[in-house]
Nanobody, 123 residues
Framework: EVKLMESGGGSVQAGGSLRLSCVAS?????????MGWFRQAPGKERERVAS????????YYSDSVGGRFTISQDNSRNMVSLEMSNLKPEDTAMYYC???????????????WGQGTQVAVSS
């Protein structure tokens, strides 16, 4: 069974930076096609923030984080990271690592979720 474990959340002031990491562990008979980060703020739907194709390295960023967040993959450690800079109060949410053997376009296509890590940005 594959599990995703996030780390790196915390509290920062606006303009600050945080780095989230997600390590995949375990064995599966399915091939993971993409990994990504979603976030969910209270009272809002879970939304895709960034994702990366494990085959093509193609990345996606939502309009709200483009230019501020960078997703990267470290195959040797089965890890995906999200470098977040110039954080804004509206980035405050629970951030979830996600993996899929199909695509990472929406929460509906995700096969595996991490437990989540909280990011809080104060003004």
């Amino acid at each position: 069974e594959v599990k995703l474990m996030e780390s790196g959340g915390g509290s920062v002031q606006a303009g600050g930076s945080l780095r989230l990491s997600c390590v995949a562990s375990g064995v599966t008979d399915k091939k993971t096609s993409c990994m990504g980060w979603f976030r969910q703020a209270p009272g809002k739907e879970r939304e895709r923030v960034a994702s990366i194709s494990l085959y093509t390295q193609e990345t996606y960023y939502s309009d709200s984080v483009g230019g501020r967040f960078t997703i990267s993959q470290d195959n040797s450690r089965n890890m995906v990271s999200l470098e977040m800079s110039n954080l804004k109060p509206e980035d405050t949410a629970m951030y979830y690592c996600a993996a899929s053997d199909k695509n990472c376009q929406s929460a509906d296509t995700i096969d595996l979720w991490g437990q989540g890590t909280q990011v809080a940005v104060s003004s």
